[in-house]
Structures are given as C-alpha cells and as structure tokens.
C-alpha cells in the first residue's frame, strides 16, 4: 500500500527566508502529485499539481519538483511571508485513489 | 462559481444517533470522496464514488454510509456504529484518473459529539 511521509512535521522561519518542504512516497506508480495549502479549520486547497513524467512545476514564489524514481518531492517557498503560514499537504494519486501525507505546520515569523 | 459545497460546517451529534453530512458539487466531475482528519493524522478516505449509483469503501468505511443518486451529490451518514465519530470531514471530487486528474476539496464539517 502507498505511504507518504512529510518531514518535517512542523517548521517555524523568519520571514523573508527560502524554505524546503519535503514528501517522500513508497510506490513509484502514481500519476501525479499534488501540494496542497489547509488554513486552520479550512478545506484544502491545491497549490501545484505536477504529473508523472514532470520534474517541476512553478507557481509565483512556489516552486514543486518530483522525482519519481526515488519517491521524493519537494516544495520550494522563495521569500516567505506571513501569509504563508499554513499547514502544507503532498498527495499521490495511483489510480482510483489520492493518498496524503500528514503535514508540514508552517509558521512565518514576522 | 464552480466548486464544491459541503453543510453544515458545524455539526453536534447526541449518542446513538445519525447525522448526514451534504457534498454538492457543479464541477461536472464524475468521482468523489469522502475523507475523514483527526489531529496529527493525515486523511482517511472513508468511500469514494467513480459513477452515479456505485460507490467504494476505503480505509475506515466501518460506521459510515453513503448513497450517489447524482452526479452532484454524495452525502455521508455517521452512523451509531461509528465509535467515535468526533472529527472534520473533508468531501472532494476529481475527474477520472489521468495524469491531469487533480482533487479539488469543499470546507469541511466539523462533527462533534455531545
């Protein structure tokens, strides 16, 4: 069965700083991964979707990569602000289902 | 809008009774999911549903059902069954697998038990 792993679980930075959010999944089947954003309470929200054969995806200070092979991704925030803050969620979806990881609690200092 | 609805956001469920949960969504997407979080765990999907009139059980389907008579809709009923129902429930739907295939998600219910 798939398993995702986030590391790690909780992150605080000062704002302004570049930071690297990592997923690492046990079955190199998938279609696709995505990152999600979940604010407290919130739904979530798809932040990049990168598909199997892709390496990156960029979206504004985002910035995913994958690397299919060794089961990795990674999630690049340039410049982090505040409003970042967030807990951040990777899924893989191998078919019929998307499985998740459990979450990067991110805190941006001000 | 396109999107995904999902009410009450709160819901307080009395022992040994049913709550039903509503998803709706005019996404035209054919599958959809239901999902349960607790803290400092990642998702649970309960059932999901590729096509009207058919649906799947995931991981943790014990204690739930759910019903697909449109294509917009798939509510979930907690039922008594359900030990300890008390978490956010998150409802998403997708077009069918493709490499393109992404998840879009509604709110979440918050159910509690009193």
């Known amino acids: 069965k798939q398993e995702v792993t986030q590391i790690p679980a909780a992150l605080s930075v000062p704002e302004g700083e570049n930071l690297v959010l990592n997923c690492s999944f046990t079955d190199s089947a998938i279609y696709n991964l995505q990152w999600f954003r979940q604010d407290p309470g919130k739904g979530l929200t798809s932040l990049l979707l990168i598909q199997s054969s892709q390496r990156e995806q960029t979206s504004g200070r985002l910035n995913a990569s994958l690397d299919k092979s060794s089961g990795r991704s990674t999630l690049y925030i340039a410049a982090s602000q505040p409003g970042d803050s967030a807990t951040y969620l990777c899924a893989v979806n191998t078919g019929n289902q998307f499985y998740f990881g459990t979450g990067t609690s991110l805190t941006v200092i001000p | ?114």
């Open chain 2, 1 to 114: 809008d396109g999107g995904i609805t999902q009410s009450p956001k709160y819901l307080f469920r009395k022992e040994g009774q049913n709550v039903t949960l509503s998803c709706e969504q005019n996404l035209n997407h054919d599958a959809m999911y239901w999902y349960r979080q607790d803290p400092g765990q990642g998702l649970r999907l309960i059932y999901y549903s590729q096509i009207v009139n058919d649906f799947q059980k995931g991981d943790i389907a014990e204690g739930y059902s759910v019903s697909r008579e449109k294509k917009e809709s798939f509510p979930l009923t907690v039922t008594s069954a359900q030990k300890n129902p008390t978490a956010f429930y998150l409802c998403a739907s997708s077009t069918l697998t493709g490499i393109n295939t992404e998840a879009f998600f509604g709110q979440g219910t918050r159910l509690t038990v009193v």
